[in-house]
T-cell receptor, first 117, second 115 residues
């Protein structure tokens, strides 16, 4: 499998502040990365698809101005939660899609636990 | 549209016994099917996939899954469960031709293997 890192692994912030989460593809260049959020004991919900060099594609119901995604290089995508509120507390997971071979597989990062107080 | 269902929120099995975690799917075309495992506060780890070929797919840690097109199922199995297999398991699907690029995940099944 491929190695995907996320930083930080855990962050606590105060309501109203912004938090940036990084996702790095360490084994290959990824033109496409995905951002998910997961609530306790629930499945992963896709938030957005991050495309290198272009605007991210957001899923219905996800506020693009609140969850800013920047895919500035082929190995790095960032998710910034702006003006965070307690309801934004969640587990955020990124994944990268391996190019070629029909792009069958996604490789997931270890996740970032965000707690907004 | 593509969707996947995991009908059991929780599966309990005794160590050494066989285990099955169920998954059914719905796609317009042909499916790509995946199983992932998640340990507490961790990301997802890939277990196995079905793309084409043999209906019985063998994956990591002794897991296997059988693709059944007529029943639109892709159940995860292991002949002899270990306590360390206790985790949250997700089935995922992607429509090969008509679906979006991203995966659609099931709701997850919590597997508990009792010593």
């Amino acid at each position: 499998g491929a190695v995907v890192s996320q930083h930080p692994s855990r962050v606590i912030c105060k309501s109203g502040t912004s938090v940036k989460i990084e996702c790095r593809s360490l084994d290959f260049q990824a033109t496409t990365m995905f951002w998910y959020r997961q609530f306790p004991k629930q499945s992963l919900m896709l938030m957005a698809t991050s495309n290198e060099g272009s605007k991210a594609t957001y899923e219905q119901g996800v506020e693009k101005d609140k969850f800013l995604i920047n895919h500035a290089s082929l190995t790095l995508s960032t998710l910034t939660v702006t003006s965070a509120h307690p309801e934004d507390s969640s587990f955020y997971i990124c994944s990268v899609q391996k190019p070629g071979q029909g792009a069958y597989e996604q490789y997931f990062g270890p996740g970032t636990r965000l707690t907004v107080t | 549209a593509q969707s996947v269902a995991q009908p059991e929120d929780q599966v309990n099995v005794a160590e050494g016994n066989p285990l099955t975690v169920k998954c059914t799917y719905s796609v317009s075309g042909n499916p790509y099917l995946f199983w992932y495992v998640q340990y507490p506060n961790r990301g997802l780890q890939f277990l196995l996939k079905y793309i084409t070929g043999d209906n019985l797919v063998k994956g990591s840690y002794g897991f296997e899954a059988e693709f059944n097109k007529s029943q639109t199922s892709f159940h995860l199995k292991k002949p002899s469960a270990l306590v360390s297999d206790s985790a949250l398991y997700f089935c995922a699907v992607r429509d090969m031709i008509r679906g979006p690029r991203q995966l659609t995940f099931g709701s997850g099944t919590q597997l508990t293997v009792l010593p």
